[in-house]
């Protein structure tokens, strides 16, 4: 499974023979392999139009594009941004909150996430084939699928500790722009140009998987959440700049402790342990049905609905299990 930062072409169209060579060792002979471009065949187009490009089929020969479009800008905040305020109305009758939910189409760029992912996954357990995925920037929605796709496959990263690794792997390190994309909440009153929730969009996927596979995921919902708010606001550095460069200039390493340091302590690491988790050595694939696709309460509705009792069937779970 690789992921590109751009697309395979060179500024103006011109073909980049490195890339070429580079994507012709990957594969022997009479092998195939997929490339899952996640922007449009539109966009894809009006991208070359402009100047950029997309991978000429003749110069690929024996790579099969397959467009998978998913919203990674002002569209997928929008969404955000609507369906907190629909969460956020206690006066919306069923019917206008069902309106509501299903206007903001949050769920719709859930389920287009684990398609695609699931789409990747595939080509890779049942083609046994290569995949490179890549988007407009590389730093996005490639890496929404290639890491949902690591979780579908591999029971490594399903555990705490291999879960901290695929984010810092392909979230952190590869350069998700969290200082750019998570600048604000959704209720905050300014808009930045370059606010998108991709990486909330990604736990929701992984918390939807949690949900289908209750056993499979050594961590619960309450890491996710962990997540979500240090994403946004944290004492720690993990999630702080946009790429190593400027982690690196800004010394971030060595002025701020990590996040996982914190979380991985005896007396903080149990709270985020599912205590149902049996290693699961097989593949996980994901429904992605409309009815199978749900809405995250435990983060949507966590300010308006008290979570007292939730946590306490928690605790008395994490009784049973260790009690036996």
Known sequence: LLRSSQPLTGPNR???REDE???GTILDEGERGFIIDTRSAQAAKQARMSGGGTE???SYPQWRRLHRALERGRPLQESFVRLVEACSDPSLSMDRWLGRLESSRWLSHVKAA?????LAAQCLDREDSKVLVHGAEGTDTTLLVT???QLI???ACRTLEGFQGLLEREWIEAGHPF???CARSASSHARGKQEAPLFLLFLDCVWQLSRQFPFSLEFGEQLLLTLFDNAYASAYG????NNEKERSLCKVKESTHSLWAWLNQPEEKHKYLNPLYSHNPLVIWPSVEPQSIQLWQGLFLRWIRPSQHLDEAWAEIQRLVEGN
């Open 114 to 118: 684990l398609s695609t992912a699931c």
């Open 147 to 149: 890491a949902l796709a």
């Open 238 to 241: 993990t999630f702080l700049c």
């Open 14 to 16: 011109r073909r980049c």
């Open 21 to 23: 060579k580079l994507l």
């Open 179 to 181: 200082h750019l994309r």
């Open 56 to 58: 000429p089929k003749s």
């Open 153 to 155: 496959l591999d029971p």
